[in-house]
């Protein structure tokens, strides 16, 4: 898995249609932001899908103490 302030890569083992909307919950403290499908690439291996999920709005959702200087967050 990928993060950053603007959303995700994830690995999935379907792919999933682009600009689908989603909801990504943090399984530490139920947390969920809403999003969608921006991108899926097939993986080398048998079934695996790299996804790549956009937020509505950038924020620090995943809760990193000492974000990256480029993620500009409002």
């Keep these: 898995m990928m993060i950053n302030a603007h959303g995700c890569g ?5 792919p ?5 909307p989603v909801m ?3 399984v530490s403290n139920g947390q969920i932001k809403k999003g969608r499908v921006v ?3 097939p ?4 079934s695996p899908w790299l996804t790549g999920i ?8 995943w809760g990193n103490t000492n974000p990256p200087a ?3 967050l409002v």
């Excluded at 994830?10 to 379907?14: N, R």
């Excluded at 999933?16 to 689908?20: A, D, I, T, V, W």
């Design 16 to 20: 999933l249609r682009k600009g689908l």
């Design 43 to 46: 993986l080398p291996d048998d």
């Design 10 to 14: 994830v690995i999935l083992s379907e």
């Design 70 to 72: 480029d993620w500009h």
């Design 24 to 26: 990504v919950k943090l």
């Design 39 to 41: 991108f899926g690439v």
């Design 54 to 61: 956009e937020f509505e709005n950038p924020s620090n959702f």
